[in-house]
């Protein structure tokens, strides 16, 4: 069963321009992680934010989490074309150690 | 660091034929997950290992599928027979274990029933 609902399904922009994608879950947590997964390749993980932390940064991703609105969003600013690919959050609840994933949200970065 | 090795990257089968995947994890990676992933969606899990105990197999329609993993180390995923609406992504990942959750993924075997 999967928890995590990203927002939107797809996104396309220009590059340069910055890409914000959300995600929603259902329990409480224990942290939520971003992965990328390119066309044809492996999932990457790329940030994990604790249900104790607000906001996260890496490089040109910020990661922000409400728990009060059970929900956390994922910005890429200055975007390039090599960051299309799909984006999927994933959850750790409270209760044990699995990962509940959501069904992506399919960013398409325009040269 | 090696990553998480999966074999093969592709399959094709007749349907009602059966079929195995293999996955070396990272070493000293204590879980290790198997997901099925169609086209567009996120992974569904199938099982999840810590060491060589199936924790959580909710997900594994066991008439067919069926999982091992000996010593707690490498894994093998076995379906038979295949049915068409098998045909997906299966992926295998791992994670140190505990609530270090971060999980590392191997590219994936494609496999087509046909």
């Known amino acids: 069963s999967q928890q995590g609902e990203e927002d939107p399904q797809a996104l396309s922009i220009q590059e340069g321009e910055n890409a914000t994608m959300n995600c929603s879950y259902k329990t409480s947590i224990n942290n939520l992680q971003w992965y990328r997964q390119n066309s044809g390749r492996g999932l990457v993980h790329l940030i994990l934010?604790?249900?104790n932390e607000r906001e996260k940064h890496s490089g040109r991703l910020r990661v922000t989490l409400d728990t009060s609105k059970k929900s956390s969003s994922l910005l890429i600013t200055a975007s390039r074309a090599a960051d299309t690919a799909s984006y999927f959050c994933a959850t750790v609840p409270d209760s044990n150690y699995q990962l509940i994933w959501g069904a992506g949200t399919k960013l398409i970065i325009k040269p | 660091e090696a990553g998480v090795v999966q074999s093969p990257r592709y399959k094709i089968i007749e349907k009602k034929q059966p079929v195995a995947f293999w996955c070396n994890p990272i070493s000293g990676h204590n879980t290790l997950y198997w997901y099925l992933q169609n086209l567009g969606q996120g992974p569904e899990l199938l099982i999840r290992?810590?060491?060589?105990?199936?924790?959580?197999d909710s997900q594994l329609p066991k008439d067919r599928f069926s999982a091992e993993r000996l010593k707690g180390v490498d894994s093998t995923l076995k379906i038979q027979p295949a049915e068409l609406g098998d045909s997906a992504v299966y992926l295998c990942a791992s994670s140190r274990g505990g609530d270090n959750t971060e999980a590392f993924f191997g590219q994936g075997t494609r496999l087509t029933v046909v």
């Open positions: 934010i604790r249900s």
């Open positions: 290992y810590e060491n060589e105990e199936a924790v959580d």
